[in-house]
């Protein structure tokens, strides 16, 4: 069950924010990851509204009104709507060498205060760039936050002119900087966040007696070569501490024998809901993303009735009440064969322009409406193909995009991943969210049972682990997991496929894995990669038609976009290159039955059933 664990920043004083962790135990799963702090409101209006509740505003961005003006003075920076966290506007400090920056003197010097600000670099040369900095109002250094050459964040004291580097700071996402900092003479304390994660904490630091009465963005140096953009920066005195409003309209509804479905409405907050918590008889078993409002209980007993209650938490750790409880009770036990769902390239990217608040729209972003499929039907198990999330699949567009939609069934999920988890460096967001689900995060691939079948689960990004040819650690051990496991059907799944007639082409990178899966008789294997839907007749590892070879499945309908027919591959029998939706699998002890289920309203299907072998 979850466990909630709250570490207050800053000891016990009363303006620190909290960072929760939680577990998932759910028979198979355990599911680990960091809550997101709450989105700071978009509107000055709003901020200004809410400060008393804030603990203390001093200042905010003022980037929604597309200038700089809430800013005392700039240099080479703008306003501008290319790159954005969120709202419409964001800063952006383009230099090839002047001086590219804002500050804002404060009305009064602060020697205790909290920063957050959201930085994204989308370019840095082989300089230094300075990307918070706090000094005295007029101008004199106190201690400055960089992103180094080498990609590191850093601390540095200005008064004693000691540095502390931090962990890496990814290119091309944005991620959260967060600054506690309490001016004391030699006793001074400093306090870095780097997403949600605290990563620097310097204490007895020398920062001097003065507080801190200008904060500046972006660099006011010479020589630096850089492209960053900025938003969402605030400085308060003490954190929220207003809670959100209590979840409503509670519901548990049977999906087979042993899960119920929880969906409930939007909770709201002064600034935003960071997340919400289920808890079943009373114990915590799972909290979600603030865009989540449905989870599906899995591992129940048939016949039995649970009680449920849900409440909401902001990025400051201010926790609604729990919501009025239900009940629901879980069905009969069944004699059907196990069900499993699948699809790839699947939740756009919560920047991109056709996300529309994760509902999508015609022809894109149709994450939401592939999973209600997933949802709503009572199924053993959820295979994700890959590239799950875009566009660089960090920890904080999951949370956003993929846990309000395909995450709603997280419980029932074995993933793979595809080549856009790697955009994130060794795929760290996508091992954070799935946790143990996606299996060691230096391989990728583990196997499992179904039913009576054997599922194997690979890691097509063979670069990032090893290699995918003859005697490479992921090759060797397929070898010997076919060998060891005699199953009658044998299920194979990664991401980008051997055989195609979509946008990529076939791969041959994946030859021997082929040769191996077809040398042990498998029966399928599931690909995305390609966003299309096509079905293969079974074939032997050069391609030719072959009863008792492997039938291969492209199911990249995930709901991301389309991508168009190339040319047709031999032994393609059925190509879509315009409907979204999953493959259903039946998988009976000496058979399958397949079935493509579309979208709501799409009339494009593929059906049929086939003998293992």
Known sequence: MAEPRASRRGGDRRGARHKFRWRLRGGRALRRA?????????????????????????????????????????????????????????????????????????????????????????????????????????????????????????????????????????????????????????????????????????????????????????ANATGNTFDFAFDNEVVTTAADVSPPTTPTALAATPIGSNRLNLTWNAATDNNQVAGYTLYRNGNAIATVGPNTLGYADTGLSPNTSYSYTVDAFDGAGNRSARSSAVSGTTGSPSSGDPVIGTAGDIACDPGDGRFNGGAGISGACRELATSNILFGSNLAAVLPLGDNQYEDATWWKFMQSYDASWGRVFGLTHPVPGNHEYLTQGAAGYYTYFGSLAGDPTKGYYSFDIGTWHIIALNSECANIGGCGAGSPEETWLRNDLSTHTNTCTLAYWHRPRFTSGFHGSDDTYALWWFDLFNAHADIVLNGHDHDYERFAPQDDQQNPNSNGIREFVVGTGGQEHEAFVAQAPNSQVFNGDTFGVLKLTLHPTSYDWQFVPEAGGTFTDSGTAACH
């Open 34 to 218: 960091v809550v997101p702090l709450a989105l700071l409101a978009l509107f000055i209006g709003l901020l200004s509204s809410s400060a008393g509740a804030m603990g203390g505003l001093v200042f905010s961005d003022g980037f929604e009104s597309g200038t700089l003006s809430q800013w005392t003075a700039s240099s080479g920076m703008t306003v501008q709507q290319q790159i954005v966290y969120a709202g419409s506007y964001a800063a952006r400090s383009t230099s090839t060498g002047s001086p590219a920056y804002a500050y804002k003197n404060l009305s009064n010097p602060l020697t205790e205060f909290y920063y957050d600000g959201r930085v994204q670099m989308v370019s840095q040369g082989g300089t230094n760039v300075s990307l918070a900095r706090f000094t005295t109002a007029t101008g004199g250094s106190i201690f400055s936050i960089f992103r180094l050459s080498n990609g590191k964040l850093s601390y540095s004291n200005g008064v004693t002119g000691v540095s502390t580097s931090g962990p890496l700071i990814s290119a091309g996402s944005w991620h959260e900087l967060e600054v506690h900092a309490l001016i004391n003479g030699n006793s001074s304390l400093v306090e870095v966040w780097l997403d949600g994660t605290k990563v620097i904490t310097k204490t007895a630091e020398a920062l001097g007696t003065t507080g801190v009465g200008r904060v500046y963005i972006g």
